[in-house]
């Protein structure tokens, strides 16, 4: 973190002198101009100093060094996160950070406790090249304390319960109210859904990563929580874009605390938490910072296939969601691909009449960029799958805007919405024909643009930060687009099927 002087009005007029030096004759020989920075310093449980310097970033000039500040309580438990663990709704992982490695405990539903296991990971878990120096293995680097994470069980779908983590001997957070999703096989659920959100400094600091609209993302649907009417949020891809400087995971769990304390936050994987050349990932940049997905898989366990194998399925309501990594290789007969032909072939559609298909890189985009948004390779694996498992809604990020499609196939529209008698966008899938995309990658970095020339599966393109509110029954999926600045809805849509 680092601030100018200058943004502090006063010091440019010099309207906090003061003499440091006089004459003989009491006149002023050295005159200083004072400024006041304000910083938004979160418990990292490392020592912290403030430097003064000139030149700048790249030549910089040690002027002055404050002492070193500690804080109270480097242990304290603290951005406990909630995740889901089955399709049962009985049972939720909560995870936080802490200091201390020692086992810890989350107290809960008035009496029951539950044991935590601690995780930390190190700078040799990183990942570099001979080449290509990464932050996350060298200057970056940042202890990331402990990760521990228990299971509450013995709970109820779609109920309310308290609780609160830590131990005696570090102490205990505050108590928290959450609430469970609904189990698979019920008549609805409700959720949230962006991605590519990361984080900005809640003062006037420099940083080497800022994301504009991750704040007001964030606000937005915490008074979206407030409606009571939010059972999941799904964060799907470029989380924290931490990138290799791991100190910034930190800061994003403290930002969506207010959200992930209080129900279900599930992730994928995107290409700033994965790739690295010489990683194993599909894609060889260098966007995870030498990361490869440690940090991550630490700081957000999912019910995955198992180490860096970050795919995985769950049921809430009447929707089967599948999360894949486009990180992974996907190619056909890959151990990914084979999961996914297994999981989307198994569903049942009595019990989970929707599916609904998420992972971070799309299919579809109009953004038009230096590098493509759509690596065709992907979509001539994947899309087929879609097609025979008859996925009803697919939902991507990486791109920086939202944007939906018809019912599309290879590029062709195979359905277009009709109005109903609300005057709203409708899919009907009684007879199916091809899965409806939508990205959702408006949560928080910069905003891409669209081609000037729109393609012909292309129906609303919104290049504004927001996120997606979604209600899905037995027989209908309603999506609507929501602009964080102004919460108005922006863009939406419905999916029928059955008996409506």
Not at 285 to 295: F, H, K
Not at 463 to 488: D, I, M, P
Request: charge should be neutral; charged fraction near 20%.
């Amino acid at each position: 973190q680092a601030q100018r002087v200058k943004s502090d009005p006063s010091y440019l007029g010099c309207k906090k002198a003061a003499c440091q030096k006089r004459d003989a004759s009491g006149g002023c020989q050295v005159r200083t101009c004072g400024a006041t920075l304000t910083f938004h310093v979160i418990n990292f449980r490392t020592d912290v100093e403030f430097v003064f310097f000139a030149g700048g970033f790249q030549t910089p000039c040690l002027l002055k060094r404050s002492g070193v500040l500690r804080f109270a309580n480097p242990a304290k438990p603290l951005n406990g996160h909630l995740s889901s663990t089955d399709s049962t709704a009985t049972s939720m992982k909560l995870t936080w950070v802490s200091g201390d490695g020692r086992p810890q405990q989350v107290q809960y539903a008035g009496g029951r406790a539950a044991a935590s296991v601690a995780t930390t990971f190190t700078q040799k878990d990183m990942c570099s090249a001979p080449l290509l120096p990464s932050p996350a293995k060298d200057f970056g680097w940042h202890d990331p304390g402990y990760i521990h994470s228990a299971v509450m069980t013995g709970l109820q779908p779609s109920q309310s319960y308290d609780y609160r983590y830590g131990s005696d001997s570090v102490g205990w957070s505050d108590t928290v109210k959450f609430r469970t999703p609904p189990a698979a096989g019920l008549d609805e659920t409700s959720f949230v859904i962006y991605g590519d959100m990361g984080k900005a400094p809640l003062d006037p600091s420099v940083e080497h990563y800022i994301q504009p609209g991750s704040i007001a993302v964030t606000k937005a649907v915490a008074k979206e929580m407030q409606t009571g009417k939010v059972d999941s949020i799904f964060h799907i891809g470029d989380i924290s874009y931490a990138t290799g400087f791991l100190v910034e995971w930190d800061f994003f769990l403290h930002l969506i605390r207010p959200l992930a304390s209080q129900v279900s936050y599930m992730t994928a994987i995107g290409n700033h938490e994965r790739d690295y050349a010489g990683s194993g990932s599909v894609y060889v940049t260098p966007d995870s910072g030498g990361e490869c997905g440690v940090a991550y898989e630490s700081y957000f366990p999912m019910p995955a296939a198992g180490k860096d194998k970050p795919w995985y399925s769950i049921e809430q309501g009447s929707v089967h969601f599948i999360f894949m990594s486009t990180e992974h290789s996907w190619s056909e007969k890959s151990e990914q691909y084979n999961w996914m032909e297994r999981d989307l072939s198994s569903v049942d559609r009595s019990r989970t009449p929707w599916v609904i298909f998420i992972g971070h890189r799309p299919m579809y985009s109009s953004n038009v960029g230096i590098i493509p948004s759509v690596d065709p390779d992907f979509v001539a694996s994947v899309e087929p799958l879609l097609l025979t498992n008859k996925v009803d809604l697919v939902f991507f990020g990486h791109v920086h805007n939202y944007e939906r499609t018809c019912a599309v196939y290879k590029g062709k529209c195979r359905g277009m919405p009709r109005k109903d008698a609300s005057g709203i966008d409708t899919y009907d899938n009684s007879n199916y024909t091809a899965p409806v995309h939508a990205i959702v990658g408006a949560g928080g970095f910069s905003l891409d643009g669209f081609s000037l020339i729109p393609q012909s599966w292309s129906v609303s393109r919104i290049s504004e930060f927001g996120y997606a509110r979604v209600h899905a029954t037995k027989t209908s999926v309603l999506v609507q687009f929501v602009s964080s600045g102004t919460t108005e809805i922006r863009d939406q849509f419905r999916i029928v099927k059955g008996g409506r």
